[in-house]
């Protein structure tokens, strides 16, 4: 199969948002040409519409293609993993009284953020999503795929889109990242690599539209 087009989170007034990339869970994934590699503070932003939480071929949204020592994981409605050098984060939103909690076939917002003190956030349509976490300096994160990590059991069911990193602490822009839930332009807050997931995009590239020029390819 081949990753496809799909309609898009939302479409903005003055920001086209049309298009999105659509999943299987089976052996669909995208590989960029280089790693994204943050050994310091960092922001992970992206819209996705999950298809099931806590099955292996549909759980992992992005990770490192073939060692699997960073991933994001989707366990539950109110969980979600972040692994990160080896160390397993989980962002519980029970603590919270689940009242932000994950919701299945529905587009949402997700953000990870690790500030100068080495602190890792979570937000869901811009408010806080579980407890923040420390983490060593020494966990470095590396990314290179999303919808599937390892192998053709470890991989992402359903939507994605408007995926960003920052090699920056993003915390001051959450909420216009978010945007009332409408995706907007973020090349005014200079992503290191934005992919737009098809919209400017030609099949089987997604365009990097950050400054790293780093392209991604549909398998």
């Not at 496809?4 to 052996?27: H, R």
């Not at 020592?69 to 972040?82: C, R, S, T, V």
């Not at 990870?112 to 349509?125: E, L, Q, T, Y």
């Amino acid at each position: 199969n081949t990753i496809g087009w799909g309609q898009g989170a939302k479409v903005g007034s003055s920001f086209s948002n049309t298009k999105s990339i659509e999943l299987d869970g089976v052996d669909d994934r995208v590989l960029l040409g280089s790693d994204f590699v943050a050994s310091s503070e960092f922001t992970i932003s992206f819209w996705m519409r999950p298809q099931a939480f806590g099955v292996n071929g549909a759980q992992y949204v992005i990770g490192q293609w073939g060692v699997n020592p960073n991933n994001i994981k989707l366990d539950q409605a109110g969980q979600i993993h972040f692994k990160i050098g080896g160390t397993n984060k989980i962002f519980s939103e029970a603590a919270q009284g689940g009242s932000n909690n994950l919701v299945l076939d529905v587009w949402q917002h997700i953000l990870f953020i690790r500030d100068a003190s080495n602190v890792i956030k979570c937000f869901r349509n811009g408010t806080s999503y579980g407890s923040p976490s420390g983490a060593s300096n020494s966990n470095t994160l590396t990314y290179n795929s999303f919808g599937r990590v390892i192998t053709n059991t470890f991989g992402f069911r359903g939507g994605l889109d408007e995926i960003a990193f920052w090699n920056s602490d993003q915390s001051s822009n959450v909420t216009a990242i978010y945007n009332s839930g409408v995706p907007s332009d973020l090349a005014t807050l200079s992503p290191v690599s934005w992919w737009r997931c098809g919209d400017g995009d030609t099949s089987p590239t997604l365009t990097d539209n950050g400054s790293a020029s780093n392209d991604g390819t549909m398998t």
